[in-house]
C-alpha cells in the first residue's frame, strides 16, 4: 500500500504512526490542493492522511474542518488539533507500540493546532524546533529529508533526533536565517483594521528560516495575517496565507470555512489558497472585506 500525506511535521508523524499498522511500501507527498484539483493521481489502495479525501483512496485520516466528508469511508475524520493525534488515539489500544509516542503526540497536537507562547516562536526547543525544518517544497526536493526525519522520530526522543547531522544543519540554517526574516517582515508587513499583510511576492526569503509565526511576536496587536508568497513552481500564481494570531487569540473567524469561498481550505486557525497572480491584489481586498464583516 503507499501512503499520501501532507509534507508538514503532522504529515510526518502521521506517516511514522502509519507504518506501524499497514503494510506501506511507499510514501508520496502532495499538497492539498493538488489534491483538490486532481494533479495528483490517487490510486487504488492508497492511503491518504493529512490531506483532503479523494474517492479513489482506500483509507483517509484527516482533521480539517474545511474538508469535504464523504458519506461513507474507511479511515478516520474529526476536527482536532492533529491528524497524528487522531491515529494515535484510534490504534494505540490495538498496536500497543503506538503508546510510547504519547508526547510526540501531545507535541504534535501543539504544533499543529498552533499552541505557541512568545517563548516557543522566539526561543523553540525540542520538537518545536525541529518541526520549523519541515519546509513546504510541491517541487518535493526535501522528500529525501522528509524521509530522513520520519525514521528519526522513531526515536522518541528529540534530544537525540536534533544530534543527526542533517537535523543539526537544518536547525542551525533556521537559526542563522531569523534575524533576516525579521528584517524583511519588518519592512514588508502592515497592519490594517488588526490584520496583518506581508507581502512577500518579490522577496527572496532566507533559506530553512520561514517561522510563521514570527510577524505575531513582531506586531503583537494584530489577531489575524494574510501573507503573499511567490510560487516559483508553479510560474503566475500565487499562495495566499491567512491565519489566527497563537498569541493575540481574540479573532473568533474560522479560517478554513472562508477560504472555501475562495476555492482554498484549512483549519479554524490557519490556511491557503493559491490564485493567479494577477488577482492577488483583488483577492486580498475580497479576503480584507469578508473578514471585516
Known amino acids: 500500500m503507499r501512503l499520501i500525506v501532507r509534507p508538514d511535521f503532522d504529515g510526518l ?6 507504518k506501524k499498522i499497514f503494510r506501506i511500501s511507499a510514501v508520496a507527498y ?40 464523504p458519506e461513507a469511508f474507511r479511515g478516520i475524520y474529526e476536527v482536532a488539533p492533529s491528524a497524528a493525534g487522531l491515529i494515535w488515539n484510534g490504534f494505540k489500544d490495538q498496536y500497543p507500540t503506538l ?21 516557543d516562536i522566539l526561543n523553540p526547543q525540542g520538537y518545536y524546533l525541529i518541526s520549523y525544518t519541515v519546509i513546504p ?23 537525540q533526533i536534533l544530534q543527526d547531522s542533517e537535523v543539526n544543519r537544518r536547525v542551525q540554517d533556521f537559526l542563522a536565517g531569523q534575524e533576516l526574516f525579521k528584517l524583511i517582515v519588518l519592512a514588508n508587513s502592515r497592519i ?13 526569503l532566507p533559506d530553512g528560516s520561514f517561522n510563521r509565526f514570527l510577524p505575531y511576536a513582531l506586531f503583537p496587536e494584530s489577531k489575524l495575517s494574510i501573507s503573499l508568497t511567490a510560487l516559483p ?24 470555512f472562508l477560504l472555501r ?22 483577492v486580498i481586498g475580497e479576503l480584507l472585506t469578508e473578514i471585516s464583516r
Open 99 to 119: 503508546g510510547t509516542f504519547e508526547f510526540l503526540t501531545k507535541m504534535t497536537d501543539l504544533i499543529d493546532g498552533g499552541i505557541y507562547s512568545l517563548e
Open 30 to 69: 502532495s499538497e492539498p490542493k493538488d489534491i483538490q484539483d486532481g494533479n495528483f493521481k490517487v490510486q487504488p489502495q492508497d492511503i491518504i492522511a493529512n490531506l483532503p479525501y479523494h474517492p479513489n483512496c482506500a483509507w483517509w485520516f484527516d482533521h480539517h474542518a474545511s474538508n469535504e466528508i
Open 137 to 159: 517544497s510541491p517541487d518535493l526536493k526535501d522528500a529525501d529529508y522528509w524521509d530522513l526525519l520520519t525514521d528519526l522520530l522513531e526515536l522518541n526522543d528529540p534530544g
Open 233 to 256: 513552481e508553479k510560474p503566475g500564481m500565487i499562495k495566499i496565507s491567512l491565519a489566527k494570531s497563537v498569541l493575540n487569540r481574540t479573532s473568533d473567524l474560522h479560517v478554513g
Open 192 to 204: 490594517k483594521n488588526g490584520i496583518l499583510v506581508s507581502d512577500f511576492r518579490t522577496v527572496a
Open 13 to 18: 508523524v502521521c506517516s511514522l504512526y502509519l
Open 261 to 282: 469561498k475562495f476555492g482554498g481550505g484549512g483549519h479554524a486557525g490557519a490556511g491557503s489558497i493559491r490564485v493567479p497572480e494577477n488577482q492577488s491584489d483583488k
